[in-house]
């Protein structure tokens, strides 16, 4: 398998997973409705363990721009691989999304608001304020780059870090993600907004382009501090 493919792969895994997750809590007569933000945070925890487990032996299972520009700005990753990896990344993001849809089908209908159906496929704010809010996921993200860069210099036993890096991904919902919803990764929001805007999704509403940059901007910044943070404390 090429690392396009595989990332292409991972990250479809990650958004089916991910965002079937908050669908299962958010969509009416879903047997998971209201089970609340505990279980969002385990299912994406989950959810990238799974995608990591996947694709990693392929093309490292970066499924994240962020941490991909962030590895490539410390020198860990050619920066020439860079568009290819992003573009599977949005690619596989799309699919997830699409196929999200299509497990739920019966049950779109059945849900009134249009803004949970929206927060199935992308995140949106607590509050609205653009300024708090990009820097909630740059600081998101920072935590997560900063993180898998630290658990992959530990020697844990064969095959246990995908499974830390999602408990790493637990720990950043249940503490950080109150404000935002914790994109942390521009991929996993901007792909299946694109999805939402795309599919004729029953009662939904627009699709909230307005804020979609802030999912995007924050978490390039934070991976980048992360990734040059990790280099200059970590490394030195």
Known sequence: MTPFLAEIIGTMILIILGDGVVAGVLLKKSKAENSGWIVITAGWGLAVAMAVYAVG???GAHLNPAVTIGLAAIGSFPWADVPSYILAQFIGAFLGGVIV????LPHWKETNDPG???GIFCTGPGIRDNFG???SEIIG???LV???LAIGAN???DGINPFIVGLLIVSIGLSL??????AINPARDLGPRIAHAVLPIAGKGNSDWGYSWIPVVGPVIGGVLGALFYKAFFLA
């Open 146 to 148: 900063l993180g898998i």
């Open 57 to 59: 032996g392929f093309s």
């Open 177 to 182: 993600g109150g404000t935002t919803g914790y």
């Open 133 to 135: 809010n990009l820097v």
């Open 155 to 157: 020697k844990f036993a």
């Open 116 to 118: 949970a159906k929206l």
């Open 101 to 104: 849809w299509l497990h739920y």
């Open 141 to 143: 993200t920072f935590i």
